[in-house]
């Protein structure tokens, strides 16, 4: 199985802050890296597939990067509605795997 | 539009088994590369892959889970079912059925509102 490490585990930062949340591959993933986003009490919503590609609706402040083993996902400037737990996950091969979750919380 | 939901108990023995249903429209499951996975979650923890089934009938499953799963559809009903055999306290969670993108490289880019289910004498 490929392991999806996700550090930090959470932080806490301010609104306007620029957040990043890096990912790791325990073995070559190509581009297959997909985030999510999880408010509590809901189900988890795609925000980043292939690497960098927004899903629609998902406001530009969001960015993703990254190659091979290591990824990271960029909040420009956090606001309000972003605080809530962030998961990788890979899909280049089965069985698929994610991260165990960054929480984003309000400093 | 493509939506999911799933259904199913709420409350489980231990050493049951839990059948969960994942009804869903805006796609069929006899379309070339369609496919609908199963998530899952213990409360306060994180995402769990268990499950996938193709449009082919092409299956695979969790290998730590595998020797209690089994995943089918149902074309006609537009529904794929979980089904988990002699289920355990720690297999409280909330389930959820999600579509993946239909080509390479894939995604879930659509989630059913999750189940939670509670395995408790």
């Known amino acids: 199985d490929i392991q999806m490490t996700q550090s930090p585990s959470s932080l806490s930062a301010s609104v306007g802050d620029r957040v990043t949340i890096t990912c790791r591959a325990s073995?070559?993933?190509?581009?297959?890296l997909n985030w999510y986003q999880q408010k509590p009490g809901k189900a988890p919503k795609l925000l980043i597939y292939v690497v960098s590609n927004l899903q629609s609706g998902v406001p530009s402040r969001f960015s993703g990067s990254g190659s091979g083993t290591d990824f990271t996902l960029t909040i420009s400037s956090l606001q309000p509605e972003d605080f809530a737990t962030y998961y990788c996950?890979?899909?280049?091969?089965?069985?698929?795997?994610f991260g165990q979750g960054t929480k984003v919380e309000i400093k | 539009q493509i939506t999911l939901k799933e259904s199913g108990p709420t409350l489980v023995k231990p050493t049951q088994t839990l059948t969960l249903t994942c009804t869903f429209s805006g796609f069929s499951l006899t379309t070339n590369g369609v496919s609908v996975g199963w998530i899952r979650q213990p409360p306060g923890k994180a995402l769990e892959w268990l499950a996938l089934i193709y449009w082919n009938d092409d299956k695979h499953y969790s290998p730590s889970l595998k020797s209690s799963l089994t995943i089918t559809k149902d074309t006609s009903k537009n529904q794929v079912v979980l089904t988990m055999t002699n289920i355990d306290p720690v297999d409280t969670a909330t389930y959820y059925c999600a579509h993946q993108h239909h080509l390479e490289p894939r995604y879930f880019d659509y989630w059913g509102q999750g189940i939670l289910v509670t395995v408790s004498a």
């Open positions: 073995q070559s993933i190509s581009n297959y």
């Open positions: 996950q890979q899909s280049y091969n089965v069985p698929r795997t």
